[in-house]
């Protein structure tokens, strides 16, 4: 009999388990479809306030979690949120903006533009010095050497040896690549259409190869 009771017992008692889990997962499906069916895409752009441009690469963060996005080069967003959420934009360069989500919204789509402000930052000023330590200063400053005058150091300057190492190394600079490019150009234009012309009556190309033929760049090397 204490055998025959205790079998009903453990049948009941699972039976109940059972009901309970059932129930369970039920809410628990109710809840999660429930949640899916609230989730809002929510898309947009930033927008600049004084030019009204886009502002790319803006984050976007839901507040209170780890979720977000960021804007495009364009200023488009594209965002999965909650009603209610708050968003926040952030932006080196403007001041952070908030926008929060209406709760009553019912489609599953929203759209929006945000506008933000540009923040001017001031950084604190920084001084930078050649030396190390004000004793580093002082030392090189016993130390430095200011016996020659304007004329010497203007002397020294133009001596034929350095002049000769500036001819040699100093490369064109910018003014000038940009006068040749630009007059190679202009040739190329001229002779559009027709005949490349030829350089034997250019006065230019003839001292390029008599300093050429001076320096031997013309000469065979002997072989050994």
């Given at each position: 009999m204490r055998f025959f009771l205790a079998i009903v017992i453990i049948v009941v008692t699972c039976f109940k388990m059972e009901l309970v889990a059932q129930s369970t997962n039920s809410v628990s499906s109710v809840i999660t479809?429930?949640?899916a069916n609230n989730l809002i895409q929510f898309s947009g752009v930033v927008l600049d306030k004084d030019s009204l441009t886009p502002v790319p690469?803006?984050?976007i963060i839901v507040s209170g979690t780890n979720r977000g996005t960021k804007t495009d080069f364009y200023g488009f967003f594209n965002l999965i949120?909650?009603?209610?959420?708050?968003?926040?934009?952030v932006?080196?360069?403007?001041?952070?903006?908030?926008?929060k989500v209406p709760?009553?919204?019912?489609?599953?789509?929203?759209?929006?533009?945000?506008i933000l402000v540009k923040d001017t930052v001031k950084?604190?000023?920084?001084?930078v010095y050649p030396w190390p330590s004000k004793d580093e200063f002082k030392k090189a400053f016993l130390t430095l050497n200011l016996t020659d005058t304007d004329i010497e150091r203007a002397d020294k300057n133009l001596q034929r040896e350095a002049l000769t190492y500036l001819e040699r190394n100093q490369t064109a600079s910018a003014s000038e690549n940009y006068r040749?490019?630009?007059?190679?150009?202009?040739?190329?234009?001229?002779?559009?259409?027709?005949?490349?012309?030829i350089s034997l009556l250019n006065p230019v190309a003839w001292a390029q190869f008599i300093d050429a033929w001076r320096k031997g760049k013309y000469?065979?090397?002997?072989?050994?």
């Amino acid at each position: 009999m204490r055998f025959f009771l205790a079998i009903v017992i453990i049948v009941v008692t699972c039976f109940k388990m059972e009901l309970v889990a059932q129930s369970t997962n039920s809410v628990s499906s109710v809840i999660t479809k429930k949640t899916a069916n609230n989730l809002i895409q929510f898309s947009g752009v930033v927008l600049d306030k004084d030019s009204l441009t886009p502002v790319p690469l803006v984050a976007i963060i839901v507040s209170g979690t780890n979720r977000g996005t960021k804007t495009d080069f364009y200023g488009f967003f594209n965002l999965i949120v909650n009603p209610g959420d708050e968003l926040e934009f952030v932006s080196i360069q403007y001041k952070n903006a908030y926008y929060k989500v209406p709760d009553t919204l019912n489609n599953r789509y929203y759209s929006a533009i945000q506008i933000l402000v540009k923040d001017t930052v001031k950084l604190p000023a920084i001084e930078v010095y050649p030396w190390p330590s004000k004793d580093e200063f002082k030392k090189a400053f016993l130390t430095l050497n200011l016996t020659d005058t304007d004329i010497e150091r203007a002397d020294k300057n133009l001596q034929r040896e350095a002049l000769t190492y500036l001819e040699r190394n100093q490369t064109a600079s910018a003014s000038e690549n940009y006068r040749y490019v630009m007059q190679a150009y202009y040739t190329k234009v001229y002779s559009a259409g027709q005949q490349p012309s030829i350089s034997l009556l250019n006065p230019v190309a003839w001292a390029q190869f008599i300093d050429a033929w001076r320096k031997g760049k013309y000469k065979k090397e002997k072989k050994n």
